[in-house]
């Protein structure tokens, strides 16, 4: 496996890296390190010149302010990632960045701030805020654990594919029981927490589309998820 190396870009770790989603990041790198890969990882600021040879995007939540501070420059690097996700580049994003991988989101105040359409979704600010713990049940994941905090509630076009379905917690909105949205390799959601430490398939997963893109086939061995499996159990027993 030696020289085999896999680049992770976050996007945005400057205004877009809330609630601990950074975590995310440190768990793919430690992941591929377990499965003896070598990781580069790159970020992307508003401003730096876009990295080529991208393997997993990475991008985090942030208050409304962080969004329009973004919003022109990710707009202007869209055909960029649009191109990567057509490409099935795995890309996970997070709660502010899921919101402006969508059409757009229209704050509570009536200012809309423009996505750039890679998920067929639209996002609304509401006066309620959606907080507390939340499982989702995935069929490709099974039962995800996380934290939502957000007062944008997205809505999915008919063709939008959910990551999974709340059994515990809001999710997308108040009036379905999705959360999340998937396009090709593209994951969005809102779980916080972060989302991969206590949710190794989806990392896995993220891991696994990379590598078998990138050099045809992905080996592995197992690896010992017994302290994560802890973590998730003690997560799903708080309340919401």
Not at 170 to 197: C, F, M, T
Not at 201 to 221: N, P
Request: glycine content about 12%.
């Amino acid at each position: 496996m030696t020289g085999r190396e896999i680049n992770i870009l976050q996007l945005y770790p400057r205004d877009m890296n809330i609630y601990g989603d950074f975590g995310n990041v440190l768990v793919l790198k430690r992941r591929l390190q377990w499965y003896g890969y070598s990781v580069n990882l790159l970020t992307y600021d508003v401003g730096d010149s876009f990295p080529d040879n991208i393997d997993i995007l990475v991008g985090g939540g942030g208050q409304d302010s962080g969004q329009n501070k973004i919003q022109e420059d990710l707009i202007k690097i869209a055909p960029k990632i649009k191109k990567l996700a057509d490409d099935n580049t795995p890309m996970l994003v997070i709660c502010g960045l899921y919101q402006m991988f969508g059409k757009f989101f229209k704050t509570v105040d009536g200012e809309i701030i423009r996505g750039i359409g890679i998920l067929n979704i639209e996002t609304y600010g509401r006066s309620e805020r959606l907080i507390g713990n939340i499982i989702t049940i995935s069929k490709d994941f099974g039962e995800i654990v996380g934290y939502e905090n957000h007062s944008g509630q997205t809505y999915l076009d008919a063709d939008v594919e959910p990551l999974g379905f709340i059994r515990v917690g809001a999710g997308n909105n108040l009036e379905s029981d999705s959360e999340g949205a998937r396009y090709k390799n593209v994951i969005g959601s809102y779980l916080h927490g972060s989302l991969l430490p206590k949710n190794p398939k989806i990392a896995d997963f993220l891991i696994e589309q990379a590598v078998t893109r990138k050099y045809g086939v992905f080996y592995s061995e197992p690896i010992s998820d017994c302290y994560t499996k802890e973590a998730r159990e003690a997560a799903m027993k708080r309340p919401r």
